[in-house]
Each structure stands twice: as C-alpha cells, then as structure tokens.
C-alpha cells in the first residue's frame, strides 16, 4: 500500500508573522525537491502573512487548532472555514500541550476533528501515552481509548493524518528508538483496522512526533510503518527542517 510521506512542522507558539514569514522564505529552497508532502502548522495570526508567502511553493499550510462549530458565540476561537479562506489544508487537533493546559479530551478532540473533514480539511490527530502510562504498560490501553472515543463517527479513516507522539518524548530531547516507533504505530494501524477496516487502516498516513530531528529523522523515516513526522523544534530551523524533508525511501 503507498503512502505518501508527509513532514510536518509544529511551530507551536513560535514566530511571529513577519519571523514566519522569513522562516518560510528561507525554506523554500530547501525543500523544494523533496519527495513528500511538506507542511508547517503556524499560529493562527501568521496564516495570512505565511499563506501569501508559500504561493506558488511545494509548501502547505497548517494551523495548530479548529473550533467545531460553523460559527457563533465562541470567543476567541477560531472556524474551519476561516482556515480555508486562507488556503489552510491541515490542521493539528488534540495534541497533548492541548489536552494538557487547555483542557482538550477524546470528546472534544472528535468534534473537531469531525468538523475540520466535514469543511474539507485534514486533520492531523495527536494521540500516545505519557511516560508513567509507557512505565505501567498502559501505552496500548491508552491509544485503544484515544482511537475509540476520538475517531467515533469519521466514514473515512484514511482522510485523516494521525500523529503518533509519546508524551515522553515531546520536547525532551529523548526520541522513542527507530522500533519502538515503528512497533507502536503498527499496533495503532493494527487497531484502526479492527475498528474501521483493513483496507482503510493501510491507507491511514501516521507520523512519529516527538524530539525528530536532523539527526534522527533518517532512522525513524526508514521504517515501514512511518510515514512521517510532525516536528516542534527543529523545525523552526530552515536546515534543520531541509534535512528531515530529504530522507530515503
Ligand atoms: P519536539 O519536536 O520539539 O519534541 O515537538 C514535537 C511535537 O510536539 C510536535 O507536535
């Protein structure tokens, strides 16, 4: 079954428009070759400015979050549709820094990401385990529950992208190994084929998140369960992020 690669930068609440701007400048070059899907999820005030700068580029566009209703009396959020119209086509739902300060659960991850495939845009769904639910072997329960609760409802599994980052390695600077990677995203995609079915679960595009970098990406992108990689740190830096898009297949 082929899968597209996609690498994708989270730049969390880094750069502001004009930094992203420079940010995306600088990578155009660099990642203009590359044989994957390549897309940086900026904050949503840097949509506009970044959105105009990508044009034309291999380069496409993310936010880091989406509100599930068409619109209303949600103060300080944002709409899908308000993404479109700036040429958003992904947007990063349920990552952990969410559900952790921001109060984000399975329920709310699923509406969303409901939402975002209803209005055309592909989610990018975070899910795995913290360090003590690793240490107790609770990682599989967790996952089951975050494929469960979260995915209730979406027809079509394969339109969605799924991030696959143990809590314990996000920012840490301690990668999961190459196999542990590999090994728990193929028990994900073993789950998602029990639930939904296996045709689709083979067309499901899942990245590895969590500490990736210039150095790492190499490894973990030559397992075959991998598709991807959805990047905090190191891709906030042009060479860094040129290196990662350019791993052999
Ligand atoms: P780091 O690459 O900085 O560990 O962040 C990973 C992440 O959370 C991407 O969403």
């Known amino acids: 079954m082929e899968r597209r690669p996609i690498i ?4 969390k609440m880094n750069n502001t428009a004009s930094e992203g701007v420079a940010l995306v ?4 070059p660099l990642v203009a070759d590359a ?3 390549v897309v940086v999820c900026v904050p ?3 949509i506009p400015a970044v959105s105009k700068a990508i044009a034309g580029s291999n380069i496409k566009l993310g936010a880091q979050n989406v509100h599930f209703a068409e619109k209303g009396a949600y103060t300080g959020e944002i709409s899908a549709n308000m993404l479109k119209e700036y040429g958003v086509e992904y947007v990063i739902i349920g990552h952990s820094e969410r559900r952790q300060y921001f109060g984000e ?3 709310t991850v699923n509406r969303r990401t409901l939402a975002a495939l209803a209005a055309g845009l592909t989610p990018i769904v975070c899910i795995g385990e913290s360090l003590e639910e690793r240490e107790t072997g609770k990682t599989e329960e967790v996952l089951d529950r975050q494929i469960l609760e979260g995915f209730k409802g979406i027809d079509d599994i394969s339109k969605i992208v799924i991030a696959y980052e143990p809590i314990w390695a996000i920012g840490t600077g301690k990668t999961a190994t190459d196999e542990q990677a590999n090994e728990t995203i193929g028990y994900i995609r073993k789950k998602l084929a029990e639930v939904f079915c296996p045709v689709c679960a083979g067309k499901v595009r899942i990245q590895y998140g969590g500490s990736m970098n210039a150095k790492n990406a190499k490894g973990l992108m030559a397992q075959p369960e991998i598709d991807g990689g959805l990047i905090g740190g190191a891709s906030l830096k042009a060479p860094d992020f040129g290196v990662i898009v350019h791993f052999d297949r």
């Open 44 to 46: 949503a005030i840097d």
């Open 105 to 107: 659960t399975d329920e």
């Open 35 to 37: 044989n994957c899907e």
């Open 8 to 11: 994708a930068g989270n730049w």
């Open 25 to 28: 400048e600088a990578l155009k």
